[in-house]
């Protein structure tokens, strides 16, 4: 297993601003590709000293690989009016699969006037590339001189095939697209919501991105975790964010005082009436993603078996979206029910009388609904939200000590 630094993944990402992607001369490539190399190096990795032999056809494969999706994957743009210059909303492929992020844009969409919400999708149709070989070798060529391990390697060629796919997507639509006064997209670090994001402010259109999940203050963070969302990467003109919280840490870090516009949790357009407080004896653990929740997940659980037992509880997991039951099977105690089915975390809300929490910004939502949640944090000094000391615990005493005072004041 091998863990990386917060040196070695500021290293890659300087060595790809310098790096000359063929076919992407207008683009900033590193812009959609850091978030690809933090995903990986957070994340610890088991690496094989492959034998000289086994690397080339470990190579030969990928680039063959990468040759067949180049001609294969293509995407289509839909949900484009006839009519005259309007705003763009932008679902792409990898969130169009989510319900919650599906109904988020097709709300925001039906509040605002003269807008289209246009989604991504992705086919498989033939369309032959007399380049495509040599801006693969070219890319190869250019990942190798940055001395970087062969799954690295492979996660980023094929980043790059699906932005130079969707960059050709992109032309497709341009008549379109170029109507459009402003563009607001879901999260512009994702690969093709980036690429279109740049297409926009190259040609003029104002562009936004919404907060998706909590961005912190990374400027002198000397800890992996911490890149994995902060503001110095964001490529749109503006940043559509949650609120004051928010704005606090955005000024911190750079210029972003002007760009921060502060519009509220977007699923959440309606004012909310705060749940009532119930007594289910029944509890909810929110899982974080898998990359920041491969260790404390596994904690929340052992938290959530003391909770229950010593207090007389049953308790349901609630898992992020890119999580799986599998990795998860014999984890839990006997007072576990099961995990929530598909539901919104409203809906889930409404039936546990208070949760465990540990980095997820579902946090904010339970503050809103006016239900106890309880932070579970590890090191208080490395804590994401900034400054929210409240209903944290970092051991079982913390946590039996607010279980009690929650006991006690229902």
């Not at 969707?166 to 341009?174: A, L, T």
């Not at 959530?304 to 308790?315: P, Q, R, T």
Request: net charge neutral.
């Amino acid at each position: 297993m091998k863990k990386y630094t917060v040196s070695e993944y500021k290293s890659t990402i300087e060595k790809l601003k310098e790096a000359d992607f063929k076919g992407f001369r207008k683009y900033e490539t590193w812009r959609f590709l850091y978030i690809h190399i933090y995903r990986y190096m957070y994340v610890p990795q088991y690496i094989e000293n492959n034998g000289l032999v086994k690397r080339f056809f470990i190579y030969l494969s990928l680039i063959f690989k990468a040759f067949a999706r180049m001609h294969l994957m293509r995407y289509t743009l839909s949900g484009f009016s006839k009519s005259g210059r309007r705003s763009l909303l932008y679902l792409s492929d990898y969130y169009n699969s989510r319900t919650d992020m599906q109904n988020t844009m097709v709300n925001l969409a039906d509040s605002i006037d003269d807008v289209d919400l246009i989604r991504a999708e992705k086919t498989v149709k033939f369309s032959f590339n007399p380049k495509a070989l040599f801006y693969i070798l070219s890319w190869f060529n250019q990942l190798n001189k940055m001395q970087i391990d062969i799954n690295l390697k492979t996660i980023l060629l094929n980043e790059l095939v699906h932005a130079f796919v969707f960059e050709k997507c992109i032309k497709n639509y341009s008549d379109d697209i170029l109507k459009a006064d402003a563009l607001v997209s879901l999260n512009d670090k994702n690969t093709d919501e980036n690429l279109l994001v740049q297409f926009c402010r190259l040609n003029g259109i104002s562009t936004a991105g919404l907060q998706h999940g909590h961005f912190w203050n990374t400027k002198n963070s000397e800890n992996l975790m911490y890149l994995n969302t902060d503001f110095s990467c964001l490529t749109a003109d503006y940043f559509f964010g949650w609120g004051q919280y928010s704005y606090s840490l955005a000024i911190k870090e750079g210029p972003y005082k002007e760009r921060f516009v502060p519009v509220g949790i977007p699923k959440y357009l309606e004012r909310l009436e705060k749940l009532p407080v119930i007594n289910n004896k029944v509890f909810g653990v929110f899982f974080d993603t898998i990359a920041s929740g491969a260790k404390t997940n596994f904690e929340l659980a052992k938290y959530a078996d003391f909770l229950s037992e010593k207090f007389g509880y049953k308790y349901i997991v609630k898992l992020h979206p890119t999580d799986n039951e599998e990795r998860y099977k014999g984890v839990f105690g006997s007072n576990f029910i099961g995990f929530a089915e598909p539901m919104s975390v409203m809906d889930f809300s409404k039936k546990i009388d208070f949760s465990l929490i540990c980095f997820s910004t579902v946090f904010f939502e339970q503050v809103y609904f006016n239900k106890p949640s309880f932070r579970y944090i590890p090191n208080p000094e490395l804590d994401i939200f900034e400054g929210l000391t409240f209903s944290s615990f970092k051991d079982t005493d913390e946590l039996n000590q607010l279980m009690e005072y929650f006991v006690n004041e229902k």
